[in-house]
Structure formats: C-alpha cells, structure tokens
T-cell receptor, first 113, second 116 residues
Framework: KNQVEQSPQSLIILEGKNCTLQ??????????LRWYKQDTGRGPVSLTI?????NTKSNGRYTATLDADTKQSSLHITASQLSDSASYIC????????????FGRGTSLIVHP | NAGVMQNPRHLVRRRGQEARLRCSPM?????VYWYRQLPEEGLKFMVY????????ESGMPKERFSAEFPKEGPSILRIQQVVRGDSAAYFC??????????????FGPGTRLTVL
C-alpha cells in the first residue's frame, strides 16, 4: 500500500531560525515527489518537485532533498519568516499507472516573532 | 490566467439538505480532482475526472456523493442528504494533460462546508 509519512506533526520555531521537515514514503514505482505549502484557509501551493535523479532542489529559502534509495525526502527552511507559518505537505506520485498522488498528513509549522 | 476557482467559499447546510460545490479549472486544464480535508487531517482523494468522464472515483463514498465535469461549465461535487460528518473543506485541483507524470496539480481555495 502506498503511504507517505511526515514528521514532525507540528513544529514551533523562532523567527530567523532554520528547520527541517521529514517525509518518508513507500510509494512504488516512484515517479516524483512534491512539497506543497498550505496557508491556513487556502489551497496548497507547490514549492518544489523532485524526480528520481534529483538529490537537491532549491526554491529561495526552501531546499528539498531526496534519497530515492532510502525513500526519504526533507524540506529545509532557512532563516524562517513569520509568513512561513503554514502546513507543509509531502506528495508522492507513482509511475505505475495510477493518476492519484499519495498525500502525507502534513507538518504544521508555526514561526513566532 | 485565472487560477482554479471554487464557489461558494463557505456553505452552511442543515442535515438532510443538498450541498453543491463548484470548481472551474484553470484555462486549458482538462483534468479535475476533488479532495476532502477534515480539521487537523491531510487531504483525502475523492474523485478524478476529465471532461464528461469519471476516471477514478475510488475515494468517494458510494452513497450520497456524486461528481461530474460536463463538456461546458464547471465541475460539480454534489452531496445529497448531508450529515454532520460531511463538514469539511473540499478542495478542487486541476492539471493539464499528463506530461511524463510531472504535471502539477493547481489547487483552488476550497469550499468549507458546515452541516448544522
């Protein structure tokens, strides 16, 4: 069964600090992995997409990593800002014919001033 | 190019009434997905549609729920005889034709359904 597990479930940090969110998946065969940011009361917005051959990808202060061997991904946020407070969702898509991606439950990040 | 549009943004219904949620995909997108999100929960897939076709409805309850994506007009998610457990945020996402699996799903702002 395809599954995506995220940790921690929630995280509170001070503004300016860095943090790392984790995503483990069992989706097979693997096609790609996306990290989404979901602000409260809004729909998710894609931050990065990683394919099998990509180890690291950055989008501003967001850096995603992928280890396809261990089936793990991380999202590192540098110099956090108040606007980073949101839920971060890891989504994995299989290349096995299903058009339906598998969603993690998300990590809720709160950045305090 | 407007994003995915959903309406209404908030919907209040009494038990037993019908709820009708609308989704207009991004221009040029022919694939629509519906998801449900309960408070403190992740997004749960409900149904995947293309124009005039239901491709995968494996996540949608067999009773009371239906979805359509007509040739003209928005996609509709219909919930008949709503119950309190249907209270949730319902998100629609659209994507263009598949391109090697890298197609991104663009999400709408969601419809928050409250059943009294």
């Amino acid at each position: 069964k395809n599954q995506v597990e995220q940790s921690p479930q929630s995280l509170i940090i001070l503004e300016g600090k860095n943090c790392t969110l984790q995503c483990n998946y069992t989706v097979s065969p693997f096609s790609n992995l996306r990290w989404y940011k979901q602000d409260t009361g809004r729909g998710p917005v894609s931050l990065t997409i990683m394919t099998f051959s990509e180890n690291t990808k950055s989008n501003g202060r967001y850096t995603a990593t992928l280890d396809a061997d261990t089936k793990q991904s991380s999202l590192h946020i540098t110099a956090s800002q108040l606007s980073d407070s949101a839920s971060y969702i890891c989504v994995v898509r299989s290349s096995g014919g299903s058009y339906i991606p598998t969603f993690g439950r998300g990590t809720s990040l709160i950045v305090h001033p | 190019n407007a994003g995915v549009m959903q309406n209404p943004r908030h919907l209040v219904r009494r038990r037993g009434q019908e709820a009708r949620l609308r989704c207009s995909p991004m221009k040029g997108h022919s694939h629509v997905y519906w998801y449900r999100q309960l408070p403190e929960e992740g997004l749960k897939f409900m149904v995947y549609l293309q124009k005039e076709n239901i491709i995968d409805e494996s996540g949608m309850p067999k009773e009371r729920f239906s979805a359509e994506f007509p040739k003209e007009g928005p996609s509709i998610l219909r919930i008949q005889q709503v119950v309190r457990g249907d209270s949730a945020a319902y998100f629609c996402a659209s994507s263009p034709l598949l391109a090697g699996g890298r197609d991104e799903q663009f999400f709408g702002p969601g419809t928050r359904l409250t059943v009294l």
